[in-house]
């Protein structure tokens, strides 16, 4: 899947409400939409104007939804899905965000690395209200547009 829209990525993570974990998982307290929205608040929190940093917490796990039974490559999924739409940074970010996967290449991305991968452990509190889904699709939006404009010039 490749997203073409913000409203097409905001779709999918509207389905995330109710979207359990897969078996065999572990899983977690929360499903995937509460999940994505208290990282992503959590990591607004500590870095509130890295909006790619945010974008990333938000959309990071959206490969379980698009492939529930293959959680292993979930990461990978979601980063290619999301390339597209939001740039190379976020999909990066995506793909390392679970694992112990930073190298001397990832390096200078490996602060915002560690501080995903805090939010995401962190995110997941049974009845946290971490606002709705909706309030991110502004940041989407410029995110999304930063991006056109970059690969524009390319």
């Known amino acids: 899947?490749?997203?073409?829209?913000?409203?097409?990525l905001m779709d999918l993570l509207h389905a995330c409400r109710g979207a359990w974990d897969t078996p065999g998982r572990?899983?977690?307290?929360v499903d995937p939409h509460d999940h994505a929205l208290q990282t992503a608040?959590?990591?607004?929190?500590?870095?509130?104007?890295d909006k790619?940093?945010?974008?990333?917490?938000?959309v990071h796990d959206i490969g379980q939804l698009l492939r529930p039974?293959?959680?292993?490559?979930?990461?990978?999924?979601a980063a290619d899905t999301v390339r597209p739409l939001l740039g190379e940074r976020v999909c990066h970010?995506?793909?390392l965000h679970a694992g112990g996967r930073v190298n001397a290449v990832d390096a200078p991305h490996a602060d915002d690395v560690l501080r995903l991968r805090q939010a995401c452990d962190a995110g997941k509190v049974v009845g946290l209200d971490a606002g709705v889904m909706?309030?991110?699709?502004?940041v989407l939006e410029l995110v999304a547009a930063q991006?056109?404009?970059?690969?524009?010039v390319d």
């Open 1 to 8: 899947m490749e997203l073409r829209s913000v409203q097409e």
């Open 26 to 29: 572990g899983g977690d307290p």
């Open 41 to 49: 608040a959590l990591v607004r929190r500590s870095r509130p104007a």
């Open 52 to 58: 790619e940093l945010q974008v990333a917490a938000l």
């Open 69 to 77: 039974a293959d959680p292993a490559d979930h990461t990978d999924l």
């Open 93 to 95: 970010l995506v793909r």
């Open 134 to 138: 909706e309030d991110w699709r502004t």
């Open 147 to 152: 991006h056109s404009r970059l690969g524009a």
